[in-house]
């Protein structure tokens, strides 16, 4: 995670140029699916780990949350999410996933959008979300899927036409470091199987509440053409755990 490509000023560039950049969450394909799996944000202390513009912190704040904090390691990340999601209630800190930390029992919520898989250690950053979640707290968090990872290029296979035949999925079984490429940019990203993500959870005490391997959405298919091949591989994994 202490990779920090996001400071990158063409890759950064890049990013502000995606869909759910532009559009926030309404522009993030999981969106419709992972909105119906968060809980009751009334007067609760939420933590938002790797926050990104903060469109989630936002969402929270907006929906009856007391307090958000957001973290980021990216400083540009930030400095966009100041600008455009800085309510009255949230609070932006630059820090590494694996250095924050927490007093036991400070959060009734934990969100995680598409960051987990870029921290080598789940299993630490699991004991330690369990301890700072208050009894009853929820932990709510996407990765990419453990299909979309587990090749390593990320990219589909193309005939000769440049046509796309198939998604690879290989080395499955074989978890760790996978050096991938995203907007033109080597990125270090770390693979796990499902078992993996789902008995980490429940070894340190976790009730799973629901998985979700989301489809686009009606609305994203019919307005962009290019979601339909997200239909032939998930590219996502969401899951809702409660302490």
């Known amino acids: 995670m202490k990779e920090n490509k996001y400071d990158n000023a063409s890759f950064f560039g890049q990013y502000e140029k995606m869909l759910r950049s532009q559009k926030g969450l309404e522009g993030a394909g999981e969106w419709h699916a992972l909105k119906k799996m968060l809980p009751d944000f009334t007067k609760k202390d939420v933590l938002d780990l790797g926050c990104g513009f903060g469109?989630?912190?936002?969402?929270?704040?907006?929906?009856?949350?007391k307090s958000v904090?957001?973290?980021?390691?990216?400083?540009?990340?930030?400095?966009?999410?100041?600008?455009?999601?800085?309510?009255?209630?949230?609070?932006?800190?630059?820090?590494?996933?694996?250095d924050v930390d927490y007093p036991s029992g400070k959060f009734d919520i934990i969100l995680s959008s598409l960051t987990f898989h870029y921290i080598e250690s789940f299993d630490i950053m699991a004991q330690n979300i369990y301890q700072w979640l208050k009894p009853g707290g929820h932990l709510v968090f996407s990765v990419e899927h453990p299909v979309f990872t587990a090749q390593g290029t990320?990219?589909?296979i193309y005939d000769?036409?440049?046509e796309k035949r198939h998604w690879p999925v290989d080395h499955y079984f074989i978890e760790g470091k996978r050096n991938t490429t995203f907007l033109g940019e080597h990125l270090i990203k770390y693979h796990r199987t499902l078992t993996t993500y789902l008995n980490t959870l429940l070894?340190?005490?976790?009730?799973?509440?629901?998985?979700?391997?989301?489809?686009?959405?009606?609305?994203?298919?019919?307005?962009f053409a290019e979601m339909k091949d997200e239909l032939r591989r998930p590219m996502m994994l969401l899951i809702s755990a409660e302490k």
Do not use: T
């Not at 469109?55 to 949350?65: I, S, T």
């Not at 973290?71 to 209630?89: F, P, R, T």
């Open 69 to 98: 904090i957001g973290v980021d390691l990216s400083e540009k990340m930030l400095e966009k999410a100041k600008e455009i999601n800085h309510l009255e209630g949230i609070e932006y800190v630059r820090k590494a996933l694996e």
């Open 160 to 162: 000769e036409n440049k």
């Open 154 to 156: 990320q990219d589909w």
């Open 55 to 65: 469109w989630h912190c936002r969402y929270a704040v907006e929906n009856g949350a």
């Open 203 to 223: 070894k340190q005490g976790f009730k799973i509440n629901e998985i979700i391997e989301p489809e686009p959405s009606e609305d994203l298919l019919n307005e």
